[in-house]
């Protein structure tokens, strides 16, 4: 198994540009999230799915767009990219259930915007 | 709802010391409890858990944390710390009511030789 994929591992925008940043699993997890990690602010949840075709808002959801339309896959979009947006995004996923709460982490995307 | 503090943003060791990484948390029911590690660079990886049973829990890399309900507390430990434990760890509270964890804002451990 892959496990956790992300793409691309690294990103310079341009303040106004738009792009999505993938993520993808292969251990059929029915859970997927979004965070952003900014020095001293730790994980920040974005937005996260319970299943295909269900998702919902995080902790800060502005500027950000989702869609579950498979299992695997989890994209996340930034419709008019803004400096504040530059971060190290990292997806993850779990099983449901509460007895398997454990969440396996992608490798990260490193956004910059200018 | 649920939340969690690492109190201490930095911590400083010497190799072969030992270590203690503090974590408290928020919620009126019996908690999930996580400690992740993050090296450099690298995503996010389980280093130990907690869902019931006996309250010391041992994970991988030698770690181990122990759940106290009474101090709202699940502190991270390990007897002997190597320059390879240098990182970022994360601590991170569940709930049966919510899908997804609450993690803290993180220590960063430095290991000095």
């Known amino acids: 198994n892959a496990g956790v994929t992300q793409t691309p591992k690294f990103q310079v925008l341009k303040t106004g540009q738009s792009m999505t940043l993938q993520c993808a699993q292969d251990?059929?997890?029915?859970?997927m999230s979004w965070y952003r990690q900014d020095p001293g602010m730790g994980l920040r949840l974005i937005h996260y799915?319970?299943?295909?075709?269900?998702?919902d808002q995080g902790e800060v959801p502005n500027g950000y767009n989702v869609s579950r339309s498979t299992t695997e896959d989890f994209p996340l979009r930034l419709l008019s990219a803004a400096p504040s947006q530059t971060s190290v995004y990292f997806c993850?996923?779990?099983?449901?259930?509460?007895?398997?709460?454990?969440?396996?982490f992608g490798p990260g995307t490193r956004l910059t915007v200018t | 709802a649920q939340s969690v503090t690492q109190p201490d943003i930095h911590i400083t060791v010497s190799e072969g010391a030992s270590l203690e990484l503090r974590c408290n948390y928020s919620?009126?029911?019996?908690?999930?409890l996580f400690w992740y590690v993050q090296s450099p660079g690298q995503g996010l990886q389980l280093l130990l858990k907690?869902?019931?049973?006996?309250?010391l829990v041992q994970g991988i890399k030698g770690f181990e944390a122990e759940f106290k309900r009474s101090q709202s507390s699940f502190n991270l430990r390990k007897p002997s710390v190597h320059w390879s434990d240098a990182a970022e760890y994360f601590c991170a509270v569940g709930s049966g009511g919510s899908y997804i964890p609450t993690f803290g804002r993180g220590t960063s451990l430095i290991v000095h030789p």
């Open positions: 993850a996923s779990r099983i449901a259930g509460v007895s398997s709460y454990e969440q396996y």
């Open positions: 919620y009126g029911a019996t908690p999930y």
């Open positions: 251990m059929n997890h029915e859970y």
């Open positions: 907690y869902f019931s049973g006996d309250t």
């Open positions: 799915s319970v299943g295909a075709g269900i998702t």
